[in-house]
């Protein structure tokens, strides 16, 4: 078989079969077979997740087949998009009914089963990641069982499934709930890092979506601030980006300019500091607006590795203190930003944020660097602060390390045992996370 490739393109593996079902009683019939031959099985979605969650030496399904919109219940506003839905192709699912996701990450090309299974979220701490937005999924378990849950039926197994790492069964079907479509108005500028910090309490809760990125070496941070408007209600003068803005900002300098900048500094790494300087002053400083989707989600041309960190809300002051002066004592040329972000607590066994309002601090590395040291050395900071890993983004924890992290962990392997008793969905990265 082919090489399978992550989207950085350091994740690989040679999956022994490719299959492509497009229905669920293929999907069931490949779990029996699977359980009946000691096989293993791996849901892929879009490749997004820069750990090896996603690997498989063993059958990759494919579920490009069982997609798209199965139905929508315009009055509880509950929309139900088969397993291998893309994020991207939701907005115009929706559109006819006027409806919208309520919050979305960063990017929109992941699959809705793969986006939910790490616990992939956005911004804003009146709202929690994309998995809270499930009233309900239907997964084919390791024993090729075609099980419904919800908060009603089964719900001892929704309460950990809507973030299972691909652990608990193969989903093919989500039930989303959703808000009515609305527009976002886009407030983006440089600001001194002290007085962001200092304001940082007000703004997490006054806004509806705030986040920011430091440039290390610098003492800048670019806020980004989006304000949730009714259709046709942004202010007057404030629209969309121009197609040409649009490609200068987003294309040619976040990612471009980066791109070009981390090359170069990749050989100069003494440059770097004047670099970010640079970078800081040729971003940020703009004020748009658009439908929720356009806003919310951005094309990323460059490639990088990235570590996630959720920290208690409270501790991102001293989480990102700390980061910089790492950086100074190990003399590290940083090109990347950090990104950081919150979302509220939630009571799903396995997301970063269960059982706590939490802060997102993301570290970056253009792929063609080296980011081990780096990375390794802001993990030590993160969990001295609590701090939980994105599971799909890179982190050096094993099964001894989760202890403690997870009052539901228990349960959650309960589940597992029950659902997936042959390991059917088991892989690498599962065998050293979960115990
Ligand atoms: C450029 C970039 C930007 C990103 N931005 C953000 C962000 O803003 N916020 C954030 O939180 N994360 C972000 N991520 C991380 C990304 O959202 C997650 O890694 C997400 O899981 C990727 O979705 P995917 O469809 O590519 O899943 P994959 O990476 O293909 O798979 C992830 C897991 O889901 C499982 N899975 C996939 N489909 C199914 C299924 N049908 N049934 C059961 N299990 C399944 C896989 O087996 C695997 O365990 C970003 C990643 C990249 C590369």
Known sequence: MSEWRNWAGDQRCRPAAVSRPSTVAEVSALAAAAAASGGTLKAVG???SFTDIALTNGTQLKLDGISGLLS?????????????????????LLAPYGLAMENLGDIDRQS???????????TGLKFGGIATQVRALTLVTGTGEVLHCSAVENADVFAVARVGLGALGIITSVTLQCVDAFMLHAVEQPEPLVSVLESLPGRWGAGDHFE??????????????????????????????????????DVLVSNKLFSTLCTVSGKVPAAIPAINRTAVKLTGNREFGDASHKVFATERTTRFREMEYAVPLE????????????????????????????????????????????????????????????FRAAEEIFRAHGGR???????????????????DLEKFCKVRDVLDPKRVFSNAYLDRVLP
């Open 212 to 249: 920011f990125y430091w440039f290390p070496h610098t003492q800048t941070a670019l806020t980004k601030a989006n304000t949730r408007l009714a259709p046709g209600s942004l202010p007057p003068g404030v629209g969309p980006l121009s197609t040409a803005r649009h490609v200068v900002d």
């Open 315 to 374: 501790e991102v002051p001293a989480v990102l203190g700390g980061l910089e002066a790492m950086i100074e004592r190990r003399g590290l040329q940083i090109s990347f930003p950090v990104e950081v972000r919150c979302a509220a607590a939630d009571n799903i066994a396995l997301s970063t944020a269960s059982g706590r309002e939490s802060g997102y601090i993301a570290v970056h590395q253009h792929i063609k660097s080296n980011p081990f040291e780096y």
């Open 112 to 122: 809705i089963s793969g986006a939910i299974s790490t616990g992939t979220h956005g």
């Open 72 to 92: 929508v219940d315009r009055e509880a506003k509950l929309a139900t998009l088969a397993g291998g839905t893309r994020l991207h192709e939701v907005p115009a």
């Open 46 to 48: 879009a490749g997004h």
């Open 389 to 407: 890993p994105h599971w799909g983004k890179w982190h050096f924890l094993q099964s001894k390390d989760f202890e403690g992290l997870y009052p």
